[in-house]
């Protein structure tokens, strides 16, 4: 779960994190308020769920309170699209006013899991306010990586290497040692899966502020932190996403797809994409119904599906173990009928039930196509795009 600027400063904050204040605003008469209690020059930012805001006009500065009104009007009741939202970008229904400030050096510091290390890692660089990718492929040699322990946490001299190796003044060492282990405890605290914050800038004055925020927090751990999941705002979400989150379903929207995929198993979706490039097309989404999927998900599951314009033809891909073949075959004829559709069905099924599921897709009258396995479908799915035509 992904959460606002605004709602991470807020974290900052309580942790220590030194952050600017600011104003969040809904309408061009709240962000005139905002800039006249603030004082300009301010910095007007759009509150969307996606970096690359500034590229796309999601960022700007203004002089004068004018300006600012300006700029929040323009912003609002838009969709930002970035390289990060796909191309129908996601709604601008908030954004932040905040001072400006004047910046002597910016520096980048997150907090990740590394899957290698088994632990939280810290990354940071002296470069600033550009993407860390870009500093990655440029100059690897400017990031300073420092893993942390995840029984112990993060020891003290091991933020204080940090903050040494991003090469602070000598009067800065102590308050960012204190930043670094700050956010190394937000990260953990609240079971994140990421904090960044880029850039962290150091003022003309001599003080480190965190000019951005960024927290990402595991969805599977937010039992844990019953506070946090009032903070989730479902309008950021692609509406298909949105509509499976709340059957429980593992539904990602990809771009450029033609090809549906219902599976069950995370790894059986992958492997099931894989034979969608092989046969010569573009997957459309990415979806596991689980491995306990009842007839109501399923249905669901084959309603999203469908109700996707870019999908042409639909793979189902089933290895039965709990969840059963008949009762899977089932939830897609009865939503197919439902819905009115006449997209076509490769259906491959293995495991319980396979034999009565494939049988039900046989008898149902319906564009169905059974394949007793992988392969088999992969051929089928291939011969059926070939004499549909058109791209990926």
């Known amino acids: 779960m992904n959460l606002h600027e605004y709602q991470a400063k807020q974290i900052f904050k309580d942790y220590g994190i030194p952050v600017l204040p600011w104003r969040i605003v809904e309408s061009a008469d709240e962000a005139k308020i905002a800039a006249e209690e603030l004082g300009c020059p301010v910095i007007v930012k759009a509150q969307v769920h996606a970096g690359g805001r500034g590229k796309a006009g999601g960022v700007k500065f203004a002089a004068t309170v004018d300006e600012a009104v300006d700029a929040a009007s323009a912003m609002l009741g838009t969709r930002m699209v970035t390289h990060q939202t796909g191309p129908s970008g996601v709604p601008v229904n ?36 550009v993407e860390i990718e870009q500093v990655a492929e440029e100059h690897p040699e400017k990031i300073v990586r420092i893993v942390g322990d995840p029984l112990i946490g993060l020891l003290p001299y091991r933020a204080r290497d940090a903050a040494l190796a991003l090469g602070f003044p000598s009067t800065l060492i102590r308050p960012a040692t204190a930043l670094i282990s700050n956010a190394y405890r937000i990260f953990t605290d609240n079971d994140c899966s990421l904090v960044e914050i880029n850039p962290l800038i150091e003022t ?39 509509e499976a989150s709340e059957f429980d379903l593992a539904y990602v929207k990809l771009e450029g797809g033609r090809v549906g995929c219902m599976v069950n198993g995370a790894g059986l979706a992958m492997a099931t994409m894989d034979i969608t490039k092989w046969a010569g097309a573009e997957p459309a989404n990415f979806l596991d119904i689980g491995g306990s999927a009842d007839l109501d998900r399923i249905e669901h599951a084959f309603k999203i599906i469908v109700s996707d314009p870019d999908v042409e033809i639909i793979l189902v891909n089933l290895f039965a173990g709990i969840a059963r073949s008949d009762v899977v075959a089932t939830g897609v004829i009865n939503a ?37 396995d992988m392969a088999s479908a992969a051929i089928v799915l291939r011969d059926k795009l070939a004499s549909m035509g058109g791209g990926n």
Request: aromatic share 4%; no cysteine.
């Open 94 to 129: 908030k954004v932040m006013v905040t001072p400006a400030a004047d910046i002597a050096h910016e520096y980048y510091l997150s907090v990740v899991m590394d899957g290698d290390e088994g632990a939280p890692v810290i990354i940071a660089t002296r470069e600033g306010g």
């Open 336 to 372: 197919a009928r439902e819905v009115g559709s006449t997209k076509p069905v490769v259906a491959a099924m293995r495991g319980t039930n396979a034999e009565e599921g494939l049988q039900l897709f046989e008898e149902s009258g319906m564009d169905i196509t059974p394949a007793p």
């Open 204 to 242: 003309e004055d001599g003080k480190l502020i965190a000019l951005d925020a960024k927290v990402g927090i595991e969805d599977d751990a937010l039992f844990r932190h019953a506070g946090l999941r009032g903070l989730h705002d479902p309008d950021q979400m692609d509406p298909l996403e949105r």
